[in-house]
């Protein structure tokens, strides 16, 4: 059994212990906030004796804990996951983990260091309908390009348009669109097709200095990726891969529940392809599982995997990143 601690009590947080809960691997052991009436709220949703705690120290040192889910603001996801590890505890930190590669480099030697796992939890990866697809993916020279998208209207945008500064939305706590809704994408892309050789990104600014709306462009030898991302406005654009036979179009790139694959000679087949009501279910599994079984062959090269891949995945948001001109304060420590 996985004794969770969670850090961070908004919507995400209750949805990833929900999951967790439901795979009947966890037990949710304790509760930081600043506020301890926010800590006891959370808490009281949910059975067992949970500790809740308002210093961070006091939450670490937490002697049944053993694994802390990180779903604050993005710029605290470095510091609070050091000091966890060092505590002795697992980490599954909130997409995107870390603001930089000198961030997640550390964080990756440091656990290694401490015998303790690190997760980024990037759930579209984890889905059984994101392998299906990539079972029936023709190899790379049968490949012609693709085209994701993902545009959802941000709320917190009105607050900006008010002259307000958001979390979401600050350079200062590592917001954005491409941090928020084009990381999926982009581990889409590479969880995919593996690590392209060019990345380039039209991100256009809004008032707090990062980035709102953009289009990625990820080069491979023979075809490219073009990502269309956004928080400041709706997309219902549906997600396509080019073959050069046909089109595969999926509803998204993650939480998929439809794929039909239209090949020119053949007609149109159907691929049997489901989501979660929880899409949170699966990754939680696949974290319980390496926690608990750590030697596992199997665990033990779908955690190099996991680790090479968020490696990569966040070394292409920062060029991005760069390439944008956008810059967080996390950048200067």
Same mark, same amino acid.
């Given at each position: ?19 967790a ?10 509760v ?25 120290? &006091?939450?670490?040192?937490?002697? *049944? ?50 015998q ?5 939890? @990037? ?40 002259g ?38 039209? &991100? ?8 709102g709306?953009?289009? *990625?462009i ?6 490219d ?20 036979n ?41 974290f ?11 665990n033990?090269?779908?955690?190099? @995997? ?17 390439? &944008?001109d ?8």
């Open positions: 059994m996985v004794h969770l601690g969670i850090v961070g009590t908004n919507w995400i947080t209750h949805q990833f212990v929900q999951a809960l439901e795979t009947g691997r966890y037990t949710l052991s304790a930081y906030s600043r506020k301890v009436e926010t800590a006891q709220e959370f808490a009281r949703q949910y059975e067992g004796d949970i500790v809740c705690e308002t210093e961070l120290d &006091a939450f670490f040192a937490t002697p *049944v804990l053993d694994t802390v889910y990180i779903a604050s603001p993005n710029s605290l996801h470095f510091s609070q996951a050091k000091a966890a590890i060092l505590a002795g505890k697992h980490v599954i930190v909130e997409k995107p983990a870390f603001s930089n590669p000198t961030e997640m480099a550390e964080i990756i030697d440091l656990a290694k260091q401490q303790v796992f690190f997760f980024e939890a @990037a759930r579209n990866i984890h889905e059984k309908s994101f392998q299906t697809i990539a079972n029936v993916l023709p190899t790379p020279e049968h490949i012609i390009g693709a085209n994701f998208t993902y545009m959802k209207y941000s709320s917190r945008y009105d607050q900006v348009l008010a307000e500064e958001p979390n979401i939305f600050s350079p200062r706590f590592s917001g954005g669109s491409l941090s928020d809704l084009g990381v999926y994408a982009v581990y889409a892309a590479l969880g995919w097709f593996g690590k392209p050789t060019e990345v380039h990104h039209f &991100a256009r600014k809004i008032a707090t200095g990062v980035d709306i953009g289009t *990625v990820l080069r491979y030898a023979t075809f990726v073009t990502i269309q991302h956004g928080k400041i406005g709706n997309s219902d654009l549906p997600s396509e891969l080019y073959f050069d046909g089109t595969l179009a999926l509803n998204g790139i993650n939480a998929i529940e439809t794929a039909e694959l239209h090949d020119r000679q053949n007609g149109t087949t159907t691929i049997e392809v489901s989501a979660k009501a929880n899409p949170m279910i699966e990754e939680a599994l696949d319980a599982e390496v926690i608990e079984q750590p030697t596992e062959p199997a033990v090269a779908r955690y190099e @995997a996991w680790i090479d891949l968020a490696r990569d995945v966040n070394n292409v948001l920062y060029e991005l990143r760069k390439q &944008a956008i810059k967080f304060d996390a950048d200067k420590e």
